[in-house]
């Protein structure tokens, strides 16, 4: 299996552009997560979705982001408008269901976002 | 509520020297506890993880970790620290009450081995 996959690598941006990022999970998992980091802040959990379903949503820091995930192989993150202070690398990363409390996450490379 | 301390933002060891990176937890109940390093411009890498059973476990890259209950800590270890070791370490946990949910994560510990 290829892993999470992440695009694009690295997206820079002006500020108030509509910024969108996407995964696609492992091949048969069924939980998938974003996550943002930062050195202020670190590891921050954003949203996690379970059979593309949003379970979790309470660490999205604003109605600025949105996030979706129309079919079990692909997400979106959406930044709209952007600002600076949403520079950051974003992470996805996804896990099976089954013995799902001992299973670790597989993360994927991350989405390095920029807004000038 | 689950939390994942790292003490130490950053830990410099020279090559060849064992090496340890500290993790302490809080949990109710008993804790599931993984080890993730992430080299430069690289996503998070599972390293190893304990579930249940003998409290030393060793996992990639000649790692291993020692769940300590009464001390509620997860320490990372490695006995000869190699300069390609030097990344960034999460420690996380979750609960095993706690269902499906995601890892808690701590702020991550900087290795620097130096030559």
């Known amino acids: 299996d290829a892993g999470v996959i992440q695009s694009p690598r690295h997206e820079v941006t002006e500020m108030g552009q509509e910024v969108t990022l996407r995964c696609k999970p492992i091949?048969?998992?069924?939980?998938l997560f974003w996550y943002r980091q930062t050195m202020m802040r670190g590891l921050e959990l954003l949203i996690y979705f379970n059979n593309n379903v949003p379970i979790d949503d309470s660490g999205m820091p604003e109605d600025r982001f949105s996030a979706k995930m129309p079919n079990a192989s692909f997400s979106t993150l959406k930044i709209q408008p952007s600002e600076p202070r949403d520079s950051a690398v974003y992470f996805c990363?996804?896990?099976?269901?089954?013995?799902?409390?001992?299973?670790?996450?597989?993360f994927g490379p991350g989405t390095r976002l920029t807004v000038l | 509520a689950q939390s994942v301390a790292q003490p130490e933002d950053q830990v410099n060891v020279a090559e060849g020297n064992p090496l340890t990176v500290k993790c302490t937890y809080s949990?109710?109940?008993?804790?599931?506890l993984f080890w993730y390093v992430q080299y430069p411009n690289r996503g998070l890498q599972f390293l190893l993880k304990?579930?249940?059973?003998?409290?030393l476990v060793k996992g990639s890259y000649g790692f291993e970790a020692e769940f300590n209950k009464s001390q509620t800590s997860f320490h990372l270890k490695k006995p000869s620290a190699l300069v390609s070791d030097s990344a960034l370490y999460f420690c996380?946990?979750?609960?095993?009450?706690?269902?499906?949910?995601?890892?808690?994560f701590g702020k991550g510990t900087r290795l620097s081995v130096i030559a």
């Open positions: 996380a946990v979750r609960s095993r009450n706690s269902g499906n949910t995601p890892l808690v």
């Open positions: 304990y579930i249940t059973g003998d409290n």
């Open positions: 091949s048969g998992h069924d939980y």
């Open positions: 990363a996804s896990t099976p269901r089954e013995a799902l409390s001992y299973n670790e996450q597989f």
């Open positions: 949990v109710s109940g008993n804790p599931y």
